[in-house]
């Protein structure tokens, strides 16, 4: 297990330095793509709790966040209230309503989960689409920053913004690795390996799921309030359901369940994004079939690639992660049973 | 408007022929879906597929019959193609891994049609039945009459094989229990091929169907994808009847929402989805008992 962790700790620094590094060397176009790279992450990081550790995938994630941008949009806009407070009561306000959905999604399993949450997502998606106070479909501009001068920061700045995010990032990062190596983690894990065996072991597994879909919620709705200040603009597309696959495949990507293959997974899609699309109007056929490939490759993305060539290279005896790659595998099983 | 007997047959026909499109759409998807457990999100992009290669063909040939029969072959070839690379592969990876894979070909299917088609929309114009015909003092167009023929005569076909064929009979048995079927002899792999190829000559046809009335985009499939899955689930996965009752009942949500509240008629069709899974998770007529 440690060495494992190990590794993937290395990974997550490593990407985190790497962002670091470009950030010194980043001009204007460069903070914006940090900044985004930033929010994606914290929100893959929310899907891998529940998709990678609790094993519920959802294709209604970015419904949250998108709540979670509209309703801090309408407090700090429409209300009034200050930033600051507009993104906790967003924040909160859209944890309360993943609990809800939470505690009625976790009925059904499997493909309907898929489905259900897809149905919900899209209602809320509809419910911003047809809302003219909040801009409908034309979305809702004139969204201010968090005032954080008083300590020194001045988030209008670019620099200031993107390296912000990035350290919100490491900080969720660091917390969610806590949170997986608790006693609650360890519950995930066990939810995903055989819910049935949970069960049976006398724990509430309804109530376990319907925390980790909150949780989860909570986290996706603070990215929200972070995208709308970064965009300044927000729009319904941000709870349409192919942004939730495209968060899903930012997971996948990375490693699900790795918690550091989200982030590398997002900095990945992000960055691939603005260098394709500057060079070929396809991007779109790119980034599916790198999907395609790496699903069918059948390790666990970046993460489950680098594990494998690490265990690989020549010269000693890498032992570590190598009895976790059958874990991994084992873990795979388990899906293709569900 | 509403005590007007012509507004509620145009509503009605409306509903019925947008039901026709997404039997056409779902009778593939839930069969295989019953059948072997498999999530196609591609689906969708095969409607596209066959509005815009019956466009070409219609094109080419200057008539759209030509695109009614061509665009439905070459829909199934393509099926056949993504079968052998990427669908017999996934079969057994769960269904995460087959929503992430058939995902992926959404992206690849809509930009190869992007780079082939164009973004722009393209219509037909010497299609059959561009008529109209006057009911109730409400103009009609034929051409929808026409798609509702279709529709229909494409499900009696579809029962009577299913009913009375030797491979429907497989089709059934391998719906019901796979294994089983199996070991009294049945090729359950070769089955689920040709259901598969079927499903994907419907999506085409429905796409050339669909062409004269609606024009034709790459990215059309994405839209009518949601619809034609809430239709699956709601119908019951693997049956036939479930995929024309589930179309009946989500065209006439949307047609008859669009009209009375306009604000919520997508809404309406997701709530019914978010309904049957909660109170009747096996959809209102599953193919397994």
């Known amino acids: 297990m440690t060495g494992r962790a190990t590794f993937r700790h290395l990974f997550a620094a490593a990407t985190f330095i790497a962002l670091g590094v470009y950030w010194t060397q980043a001009g204007y176009f460069g903070h914006e793509i940090l900044a985004e790279i930033a929010v994606f992450a914290i929100l893959a990081m929310s899907l891998d709790l529940i998709a990678g550790y609790a094993g519920l995938v959802s294709l209604g994630h970015a419904a949250l966040f998108g709540t979670g941008a509209y309703l801090f949009a309408f407090f700090s806009v429409v209300l009034g209230w200050p930033v600051g407070l507009s993104m906790v009561a967003a924040t909160a306000a859209t944890g309360m309503i993943a609990l809800v959905v939470g505690s009625v999604v976790t009925r059904v399993h499997g493909i309907f989960f898929i489905m259900i949450t897809l149905a919900i997502g899209e209602m809320g998606h509809e419910f911003f689409f047809k809302n003219r106070t909040l801009g409908g479909d034309d979305g809702f501009a004139g969204i201010e920053r968090l005032d954080l001068t008083w300590i020194g920061l001045d988030l209008n700045t670019p620099a200031t913004f993107s390296m912000t995010l990035i350290v919100v990032a490491l900080v969720i990062y660091l917390a969610l690795n806590r949170l997986i190596a608790s006693p609650f983690g360890a519950v995930l894990h066990g939810l995903h390996d055989n819910t049935t065996r949970m069960r049976a072991l006398g724990l509430p597994v309804r109530r376990y799921q319907t925390s980790a879909f909150a949780l989860s919620g909570t986290i996706a709705a603070f990215a929200g309030t972070l995208t709308a200040q970064h965009t300044m603009f927000i729009s319904p597309k941000l709870l349409h359901w192919t942004l939730s696959g495209e968060v899903l495949v930012m997971v996948i990507l990375g490693g699900l369940g790795t918690l550091a293959g989200p982030v590398v997974g997002a900095a990945t899609l992000v960055f691939l994004r603005h260098e394709l699309s500057d060079m070929t109007q396809y991007w779109g056929f790119w980034l599916g079939l790198f999907l395609v490939l790496i699903v069918m490759g059948g390790r666990n993305g970046i993460i489950g690639w680098a594990e494998w060539a690490w265990r690989k290279l020549p010269g000693g005896n890498r032992g570590a992660p190598a009895d976790e790659n059958t874990q991994g595998e084992e873990k795979g099983a388990a899906d293709a049973a569900r | ?289």
């Not at chain 2, 079969?91 to 087959?98: E, F, L, S």
């Not at chain 2, 029962?159 to 019901?176: F, I, P």
């Not at chain 2, 999506?203 to 985009?217: I, W, Y």
């Open chain 2, 1 to 289: 408007m509403l005590s007007d007997g012509g507004f509620w047959i145009v509503q009605i026909l409306n509903s019925l022929q947008l039901a026709m499109l997404l039997f056409l759409l779902s009778v593939g998807l839930t069969v295989i879906f019953g059948l072997m457990n498999f999530v196609n999100l591609a689906h969708g992009s095969l409607y596209a597929a066959g509005a815009l290669i019956g466009y070409s063909v219609s094109m080419w040939t200057g008539s759209v019959w030509w695109a009614y029969l061509l665009a439905p072959v070459a829909v199934m070839a393509l099926g056949w193609a993504l079968y052998g690379l990427v669908i017999d592969r996934m079969r057994k990876a769960g269904p995460m891994n087959q929503v992430l894979v058939t995902f992926g070909l959404i992206f690849v299917l809509m930009d190869v049609q992007r780079y082939i088609w164009g973004t722009d929309q393209v219509g037909v114009q010497n299609a059959p039945f561009s008529g109209s015909i006057e009911i109730l003092g409400q103009i009609y167009p034929e051409y929808r009459l026409f798609i509702i023929a279709v529709g229909l005569g494409v499900f009696a076909l579809l029962y009577l094989s299913l009913e009375y064929t030797r491979l429907g009979a497989e089709v059934r048995a391998g719906v019901d229990d796979a294994e089983t079927a199996s070991c009294l002899g049945v090729n359950v792999e070769r089955t689920f091929l040709i259901v598969f190829l079927i499903g994907c000559a419907l999506a085409g046809l429905a796409g050339a169907v669909a062409l004269p009335a609606f024009s034709a985009e790459a990215g059309m499939g994405i839209a009518i994808l949601i619809p034609t899955l809430v239709v699956v689930v709601v119908g019951g996965l693997g049956s036939l009847t479930g995929a024309l009752a589930g179309s009946l009942l989500i065209a006439t949500t949307l047609t008859f929402g669009q009209v009375f509240l306009p604000k919520f008629a997508g809404i309406l069709m997701y709530a019914l989805l978010v309904v049957i899974l909660l109170v009747r998770p096996q959809g209102l007529f599953p193919a397994r008992s």
